[in-house]
């Protein structure tokens, strides 16, 4: 095999041309067969090209309609192997053969011709079509008769194609080469010594076809000759050469030529028979002959632009074996079959509206494989419009801005491009290109309102959505799409992105946490809307968010303060008119405006007809004369309601002592029982153990077992005594330390104790009023003893001094 090392000859011609196009040329020589991704050259270097161009200007290999068997690597600047190249594929015996392509870059547009030639290899043998040759030829045949023999075909050219034939050694044939006008060889057999059919009936020999490749490469075929008897005439065509002509429209069946040869034998060895041989098989589908007469006929269709002539063998036979040949030379005339092809170079599409005149939009190419006339081609354009259509070399045209763009009065033209060719009749084609007028960023966005007030109803989800800003853009596209941004500020010193966010596409702000009218009523932020163009436009807007309340909190209630183990008690003389003010509920509620609207209501009373409420002020009063059938002790349950919808509501207790004397009132709230608590107590378990497992039943087992031992240490510290102790409230207290809601004050109490201690008398040192009593049924807690309890009962007539921190 030769060296396949590629050969490159390098020849470089470049233009600038007008336009700002730029045409040049360059051509590189490979052999056949390369191997895909080989390298052909470095178009960059070999244009003067910096390979950034090529990536730039998105440059791309132009072909036509013909295969693509080189492509273009821009970040290499290379030009590199497809697809593998067969140059007896590509151009047959055509020399020398070449790819002719363009090399298009855009922005702005340039256009190169690179011719790539394909040298030949020696890849294909000689082959014979038919590899076994029979001859029946006459013992009588005379010294010097010529046989034609079947001959080998090469594809490949110059050297590497077939260069001479050699026959096996023998008395009887010798080899004739016979050189042909066009320069092919005719192989004849020569009859060098007579046949003696007596002798050999039967002679085989070999044919070997060799080409002048580097190594040689053969191909052989075997040729049986059978010795007959008596014919010595050959046919003899009255041509050595016919020439015939057809349009490339010939219908299949038609007639070609004909040709003739003659006999001078007589009988059976003057008939001859005709057919075709020493052809390629492509033409041996086109054509076919009738044996008889020999007409040669259009077998398939044929066409101008494939092939232009074809050579034809016909060998006529007579029955001897006898032969001669002739060659049919068909020539294929052009008609205008074919319509201009146009072809778009590049994508663009879009062209600002900002671009001057003479601005390249697009390169098109037409092509009409038709000849002369036929295939010359003249292009227009569609009138009134801003363009024109300029030729810039063979076959290629530019579509260039003529005068300036105005996409607000038209931001869009379909060009079309008509081109016709000068055949009779004119063949035409178009295209329309669609081109879209792009804008100019020149517009900012403009919200809907100069400012936003939104509201959101506090303890949110997090998430929702609030409200929507909107702004527009003049401009088009990409130059009209708004975004929005939410600024960087700060609303009590915690960034406002923790308090809203902002689709960036819809403009929908949404709450990022839950709000709480208690602790923030409004807050202001900004928006800004930036549009996509470069660079980018933007306006600003400031948003308002108002916090609107809602009912979440329940009224308070201030005074009485509930406690835990005290009765307090409301004392009302029985001297009490109507209209008496015992006492006031004093309730807030944090929410605000109708929700913080509190109103009063009795719900349950011991006597609804003795006291009433004040549904706005919360003042219990009296509403008929206290009278001695009048209970002492008097239960009020008072109702405190918000305006809130749903409204929310808290319930205080009143306890109201209906009594002259402070002995009474000890009398009567004495009477409860110490046990009350132990037994709901009690009950409480024993509900609780029923409902779980048993182990929690002995747990409450011992739970009421150590209460039990609880209360009977707490009931040593006072012996037998079983008088409540009542402490006494100046009105209007207030809750300073959280703990006992009373005054710092302290008060003194002279206790007179008897052998019955339920009829002793007390004395008080007064205070402001004494209409509070607090009643501990305990005992305990409150009391600081000041004398031991042994000294009291040694001396039960002595004065008691008891101390209550209020």
Not at 150 to 168: C, I
Not at 340 to 349: D, R, Y
Request: glycine share 4%; net charge negative.
């Amino acid at each position: 095999m030769p060296d396949r090392t590629m050969r490159l000859q390098v020849l470089l011609f470049l233009s600038v041309l007008s336009l700002s196009s730029v045409v040049g040329q360059v051509s590189y020589s490979i052999p056949e067969e390369m191997a895909k991704g080989s390298l052909i050259g470095n178009i960059a270097q070999d244009l003067g090209l910096d390979r950034k161009r090529l990536t730039s200007g998105k440059a791309r290999i132009f072909t036509g309609d013909s295969a693509e068997y080189i492509e273009l690597n821009r970040e290499r600047g290379a030009l590199l192997i497809k697809e593998k190249i067969d140059r007896e594929t590509l151009c047959g015996q055509t020399t020398p053969c070449a790819l002719h392509f363009q090399v298009i870059l855009e922005s702005p547009m340039e256009l190169y011709t690179v011719a790539v030639e394909i040298t030949d290899i020696n890849d294909n043998t000689p082959a014979f079509e038919k590899s076994d040759m029979k001859f029946k030829i006459s013992e009588s045949a005379v010294i010097g008769a010529k046989f034609l023999l079947e001959r080998a075909m090469d594809p490949d050219v110059g050297m590497n194609s077939l260069q001479s034939y050699f026959l096996t050694k023998t008395d009887n044939f010798a080899l004739k080469l016979k050189d042909q006008p066009d320069g092919e060889k005719i192989v004849e057999m020569i009859l060098q010594k007579p046949l003696d059919r007596e002798k050999h009936e039967e002679i085989f020999l070999v044919l070997t076809a060799m080409d002048g490749g580097e190594p040689k490469l053969s191909g052989t075929a075997q040729i049986h000759v059978t010795v007959l008897d008596a014919n010595d005439n050959a046919p003899v065509f009255t041509k050595t050469v016919y020439k015939a002509t057809i349009p490339e429209n010939a219908a299949k069946g038609t007639v070609i030529s004909r040709v003739s040869a003659s006999d001078a034998d007589k009988g059976s060895n003057s008939n001859i028979m005709y057919s075709i041989s020493n052809t390629a098989a492509d033409v041996r589908d086109m054509f076919e002959i009738n044996e008889l007469n020999g007409d040669l006929i259009l077998k398939n269709n044929i066409d101008y632009e494939k092939a232009r002539y074809y050579q034809i063998h016909v060998q006529a036979n007579d029955e001897g074996g006898l032969t001669d040949s002739c060659k049919v030379t068909v020539e294929v005339t052009d008609i205008n079959d074919n319509k201009p092809v146009i072809n778009i170079m590049s994508q663009t599409n879009v062209i600002p509206e900002d671009s001057k005149p003479a601005t390249i939009v697009t390169m098109v190419n037409v092509q009409d494989i038709d000849s002369g006339e036929n295939g010359k081609v003249h292009c227009s354009i569609n009138e009134h419009i801003p363009f024109t259509l300029k030729p810039t070399s063979n076959n290629f045209f530019n579509l260039v801005t003529d005068s300036d763009l105005d996409r607000e009065r038209a931001s869009e033209y379909n060009i079309t491009v008509t081109c016709s060719d000068e055949g009779v009749p004119s063949l035409s084609s178009s295209v329309t290109l669609t081109l879209q007028i792009s804008d100019v960023n020149d517009n900012e966005p403009v919200f809907e309102r100069s400012s936003y007030e939104a509201y959101i109803v506090e303890n949110n989800t997090p998430g929702v959505s609030i409200f929507t800003v909107r702004a527009t853009d003049a401009d088009w596209n990409q130059n009209a799409r708004v975004s929005y941004i939410l600024e960087d500020s700060s609303v009590n010193g915690v960034p406002v992105s923790s308090y809203v966010s902002i689709s960036a596409d819809s403009g929908v702000i949404h709450a990022v946490r839950s709000f709480d009218y208690e602790q923030i009523k409004d807050f202001h932020f900004r928006v800004k809307a930036q549009d996509g163009g470069s660079p980018p436009l933007s306006s600003n807007v400031t948003v308002k968010m108002m916090i609107q309340d809602q009912n979440d909190n329940p009224p308070q209630v201030l005074y009485p303060v509930q406690t835990g183990g005290s009765v307090v008690a409301e004392m009302v003389p029985r001297s009490a008119d109507v209209g008496y003010l015992v006492t006031k509920v004093v309730a807030v509620d944090v929410d605000s405006g109708q929700n913080a609207w509190l109103s009063y209501k009795l719900q349950k009373a011991t006597d609804r007809a003795l006291f009433e409420v004040g549904s706005q002020n919360g003042e219990i009063r009296t509403i008929r004369q206290v009278s001695d059938k009048d209970a002492v002790k008097q239960r009020l349950s008072v109702i405190v309601e918000d305006n809130g919808q749903p409204s929310r509501s808290a319930t205080v207790i009143v306890n109201v002592a209906v009594a002259d004397s402070f002995p009474e009132v000890l009398s009567e709230f004495s009477d409860f029982p110490h046990d009350k608590e132990y037994n709901d107590n009690l009950t409480f378990y024993l509900v609780l153990a029923l409902a779980v497992v048993s182990f929690l039943f002995i747990t409450c087992l011992v739970v009421i077992i150590s209460v039990k031992i609880y209360r009977w240490r707490q009931s040593r510290i006072l012996y037998h005594s079983n008088l409540p102790v009542i402490p006494y409230y100046p009105p209007r207290y207030s809750d300073t330390l959280g703990t006992t809601g009373t005054l710092q004050h302290v008060y003194n109490y002279e206790v007179c104790r008897t052998t019955d201690s339920r009829k002793s008398d007390c004395k008080f040192g007064r205070a402001g009023s004494q209409n509070v009593l607090i009643m501990d049924p305990s005992c305990s807690g409150t009391m600081q003893r000041m004398q031991s309890e042994k000294s009291i009962l040694d001396e039960p007539d002595s004065p008691l001094e008891v101390r209550w921190n209020i």
